[in-house]
């Protein structure tokens, strides 16, 4: 091989290197991106979760003191628009056993 054979090998090495190096950068970035984006979705999600749980378990305490000033369960639960069904379990029950409930609308 001579010098300019050489120089022009070892060139295209250090361009190939170059490349690769530049596609690696890329991914690992896309890659730090796309993380920090789903933790925002993430964060996002729970923090919708836990508004949506915190008004369906007020409807849940409502109904209840109806049902303890001497309201009926089905009536109780009419109004506080929840399933008259859900009143018969413990909270803990119905919010931690199954973090996504859908109460009756």
């Known amino acids: 091989m001579t010098d ?3 120089r022009a090998y070892n060139s295209y090495q250090d361009s190939l290197r170059d490349q690769a190096s530049y596609v690696e950068t890329n991914y690992d970035f ?12 993430g964060m996002t999600q729970g923090i919708e979760l836990g508004i949506e749980q915190g008004l369906e378990k007020g409807k849940l305490e409502v109904a209840r003191r109806l049902v303890a000033k001497g309201m ?12 008259a ?4 379990k413990p909270t803990s029950v119905i919010f931690f ?7 009756a609308r």
């Open 72 to 83: 009926s369960d089905e009536e109780a639960a009419a109004i506080a628009g929840i399933d």
């Open 4 to 6: 300019e054979e050489l």
């Open 30 to 41: 896309a890659r730090m991106e796309g993380k920090e984006e789903g933790i925002g979705e």
């Open 97 to 103: 056993a199954n973090p996504i409930v859908k109460m």
């Open 85 to 88: 069904e859900l009143l018969a």
